[in-house]
Each structure stands twice: as C-alpha cells, then as structure tokens.
C-alpha cells in the first residue's frame, strides 16, 4: 500500500503545467453511481423488465436502456452491474448521445487541455486519494476521440470498488453511454498496476490534439507548419522520402512535360504524389500530394471522413465575408495568405494558403455529403 501511495504523489508531482487544475468539475464518485444505478434498478422493477441469460450473463430491456444484472431474480440483493443507454436517455451528469466532447469537459475534471499523451491514449485527470480515487482517461485513433472515460475506485474492508462511465465518441459527439462496476472487488495491486500505466502515459508527449475554436478569430492561419502529412515534410519531401514513409510505389509513372521536363507520378493506396524533374531527370521539387482515402493524417490531423465543421474550426475563420469567391475566412481570397470557402452543386471546397520563400502553397480540401473526401497540397515552386 505504501508504494501505491507513493505513486499516486509522484502522479500528482509529475503534471506539467498542461496539467495543472483549470476547472471546478466536480470527480466522478461511488456515492453518485450508486445512486444513479439505483434508481435505474428501481425503474427496472417498476417496470416489470423481462430478465434473460446468455452465457451466464443476465439482462433487462428496460426503456432507458439494457441493464446488465447480478443475479435472475430482482430483490434488494440484485445490483446493476452495467447499464447501456438508449440515446435519449441522460445519464448521470445530464449526457446523452449527440452531446460533445467539450460538454463531457465542461461536466467532468480535464487537466489535459491540449491531450497529449501517445496517438492511440491520453490521461485526463487525478483527483482525491484513498479511499476514493477519480482516474480520467481516453481511447482515440490520433484526432479523433473514440472512448472517455472516468473510473472511480474506493477503498473498502475486504478490497477495492471499481466502477465508472464510458462515453463512446465519434466525430467528436457521443454516440452511447455505458456505466460499468465489477462484481469482484480489485487488489490493492491491480489498482497500482492501473494507476502506474496512467503515470507513465501523463509523462508521454508523443501526441495531442490540435486546438478547434468556434470562435475563429484566435487559431493560426494555414502556416509552415502545417505541411505535413504522417510525418513528411510537404516542402521539402523527395520520393524517396515518401517512399521510406510508404512503402514502394503501386504506380511509378513518367510523363515528360510541355517544356521538355518529366513529371513523375507516384501512388499508393489512397495517395498519390506529384514530382517535378528537369530534363535530365534530375530532381526538382514537389508538385502536389494527396490522400483520398482514410489511410493517414493530413494538415492539423485532417483525416478523410472528417465533418466539414470540425475541419473549419482547426483553422483561423470568422475574419472575413461573402464574396464572388465564395466565403472569405480570412484574407482576401486571391493573395496569399487567405482561407476561403467555396460551395458547389455537389461538392463544397476549402482552401488555404500561405507563402514561403516568395512561393505560394496551397491546401485545397473537397467534401461531399459534409465529409472530406480528398486532401491535396499544392506547391507552385
């Protein structure tokens, strides 16, 4: 135990200060999943819910949602071991399915603003000490969040309570709620297993979120830094560059140009580069880069799929006005630097610019349906 305890100080000494407390979100606690799932429990007996098993598991339908239970027969012994959600059920904090990322924030304690941690995870807070502890964390696949959590563990005579919400996300908005507790109690060195692997991800800065603003007027305009694509280097990137980032090309083709140069075509699956050669075939530069598929992150972590007002407000917007152009969200939409936005009959764009060494590129981003469909960066050097 005392090693645990001393975890948990080195836990709470090793926050950066990205990590530091900056809300008043009340933890998580076994009191109020207690009385939350009991009065689901009570709702089940009231409405006379069919019980059925499989495979050892049994199970209410009951019109909030499904309520695992822990035994056949609903007494003052039975206990909901898990509860799935229907969408329109608020759980208990007030969310429901369609709620947002920023709402689960605003209602729980994040000390992790910008997120970071490693691609696939991040811890999002520490709070009290035994016998009760609030441990945040979540699941995602780089930008984009799939699973917040936050588990509540509480000490008790003959072992540990562990039990919490999940809140499963897609596109930044929750798509189900599900509360859990276990019907085994947890040893003192399972938590420190537990706790030890939240220490170790708070100390990775592998990773984090971009920040997004409805605002507009506080996030950069499309820079320098943004020329990225899984870790290559738009700019400055060679074929044999993207080749040790991809793999060998399915498609490696020369076409000489207009002024007796090549252009050198080069595909994967779901990207495509463009290269410029002098007529010796002698490499130049870049030309254009471009993903059409989900199959990595672009710009600020843009991945094909992504909403169309996720993707807007990664960038600096709300500065300008309507135009012939199209929507200007910042600049004047023909001289670098400039965001504008451009709605078509079935395809909407977004484009963006930014010069570099008197050289103009640009991001150009189609969606349909409100999904980006295709990412490509352009560079007229």
Known sequence: MKKLIAMLLCLMMMMPAAFAEVDESPALSLEEM??????????????GCQITEENGV?????????VVLSNNVLSDETQALGVTLS??????????????????????????QSLTGTYYEATLSFRGSEPEICLGYLLRDGQRVKEVTYAVYNWQADGIVKCGVTYTMDQGYIQQVTLFTADTLMTAEEVETEISESAMLQEANEYFAYPTSLTGTDLDPFCREDLAFAGMDFYSLTPDQAIQALGAAQVDEWTPDSDGTSIRLMQWNGVSAVFKYTKDKQFQ????????????????????????DTVLYRFRHSEGTTSDLGILLYGDGQNAPYGLITYGTDTNTMSYTVSLDGQVCMLYLTFSNDALVQMQLFMNK
């Open 34 to 47: 207690e009385t939350y799932l009991g009065t689901l429990l009570q709702q089940v007996k009231d409405e």
């Open 58 to 66: 049994y199970t209410a339908a009951a019109t909030f949602g499904d």
């Open 87 to 112: 969408p329109e059920q608020a759980d208990l904090r007030g969310l429901k399915a369609g709620d947002s990322l920023d709402m689960i924030f605003q209602l729980y304690p994040n000390d992790n």
């Open 285 to 308: 530069s870049v030309y254009s880069f471009s993903v059409n598929d989900d199959v990595l992150e672009g710009p600020r972590g843009l991945r094909i799929g992504d909403y169309m």
